[in-house]
């Protein structure tokens, strides 16, 4: 007779998502399955599915996971500022990268999986990340209010964003070192754009 192997989990569905994003992290999505990450997690094979009924139901598990704690902390960076202020914008942009270099697997699960939209324009899109939205309204209104050409608005939300986005690629690269502060440097080229 084996020995009936227990466990407890507070929050069973939490630890199966942070399984999943590091498997993917790791070794890539192919690897991914319901049972590498009930092994990670040092549960039986069938727990998985007390939360998720497929390999595909964890992904959106996982993308829902990262995209409302990315939101939570860029919406508290915003908290005590001006509006569309130049302050804003500096202070998403670091609060954007600080979040990745925390959560270096969210960044590459996010931003090399095709499992989110990103739209790049100056009209709202529905099925737009939702994270980007908060930074493109932020962006287009800091720019309105400066009364930057109509022209030349698209391309300063681009660079903008490619700037937040690149900076916080490169503080992600575990091959990519650098002895400075990336959370200064983002401020910095934010502030001389």
Known sequence: MGVEKKYHHENLKQE???AGIAIIGEEGERQLSLRKVAARCNVSQAAPYTHF???????????NYITDQFLTILHASQE?????SDEAIFRLGEAYMQFFIEHPYYFR???QTPYMKIHISLE?????????EILRKLVL????RRKVPKESILHMLINIWATVQGI???ATQENVLYEGNWKEEVGNILRNQ
Do not use: R
Request: without cysteine.
């Open 16 to 18: 199966l998502i942070e």
């Open 53 to 63: 009924q497929s390999k595909e139901d964890l992904i959106g598990g996982i993308q």
């Open 80 to 84: 005590g500022v001006e509006p569309y």
């Open 109 to 111: 699960f996010m931003f």
């Open 124 to 132: 709202q899109s529905d099925d737009n990340f939702p994270p980007y």
């Open 141 to 144: 209104g800091n720019l309105e």
């Open 168 to 170: 916080t690629m490169l």
